[in-house]
Nanobody, 124 residues
Framework: QLQASGGGLVQAGGSLRLSCTAS????????MAWFRQGPGKEREFVAA????????VYADSVKGRFTISRDTAKKSVYLQMNSLKPEDTAVYYC???????????????????WGQGTQVTVSS
């Protein structure tokens, strides 16, 4: 139900743009988010956006470097990643959910739908 794309290999300091498109209905309070899981690490929140309002939330580790945006007509969200660091290397997952309240946008358990991961590798 969620299709993610855009990963790849990039040098430190470079940029990548991830995309995620939902196939289910995305009205109401639908929210979409990006999570990532690095080698040997637990999954962590990256960024989220409420599709109707455009309200965004970011993890501290990516603030100022990553930007999440949406195209409601296409039921898609994008993650523009700039100034990439080797520690950003991870599998990035797109998530979506209809009833994700604002205080839970960072919480993976609040999202009902998940896409396949896309690998992002940042070389030093």
């Amino acid at each position: 139900q969620l299709q993610a794309s855009g990963g790849g290999l990039v040098q430190a300091g470079g940029s990548l743009r991830l995309s995620c498109t939902a196939s289910e209905r995305t009205g109401g309070n639908y929210a979409m988010a990006w999570f990532r899981q690095g080698p040997g690490k637990e999954r962590e929140f990256v960024a989220a956006i409420r599709l109707s309002s455009g309200t965004t939330v970011y993890a501290d580790s990516v603030k100022g470097r990553f930007t999440i945006s949406r195209d409601t007509a296409k039921k898609s969200v994008y993650l523009q990643m700039n100034s990439l660091k080797p520690e950003d290397t991870a599998v990035y997952y797109c998530a979506g959910g209809r009833t994700v309240i604002m205080s839970n946008l960072h919480n993976g358990a609040a999202y009902a739908h998940w896409g396949q991961g896309t690998q992002v590798t940042v070389s030093s």
